[in-house]
């Protein structure tokens, strides 16, 4: 059994990784989260895919944190922070 850390950005590793969100985050339903992560909360959003995060066991992603870059005004100066969050 292997482990290894790595970001999501591979493009086959996104697939599945709207699958094991949409399983784990499936109180509006499966699919109805699947869907809601490809296509709006990370998929279209300030998701940044080489900050975040999975790790893989036998080439499996079993866990995850997403990391947002999130530009934020305080004052007149707009800043980036960073938010986490489906972990």
């Known amino acids: 059994m292997s ?7 591979d493009p086959r590793r996104k697939t599945e990784l709207y699958d094991l969100l949409g399983k784990t985050f ?7 989260m699947r869907n809601h992560c490809r296509d709006t909360y990370i998929g279209n ?10 790790g893989l066991i036998d080439d499996q992603i079993v866990t995850h944190y997403g990391v ?20």
Do not use: C, K, Q
């Open 3 to 9: 482990e290894l850390i790595l970001a999501p950005s």
């Open 26 to 32: 499936s109180h509006s339903g499966y699919f109805s």
């Open 45 to 54: 959003n300030h998701y940044d895919w080489e900050a975040s995060r999975i």
């Open 68 to 87: 947002w870059d999130v530009p934020m005004r305080i004052g007149r100066s707009v800043v980036r922070v960073a938010g986490i969050g489906t972990v």
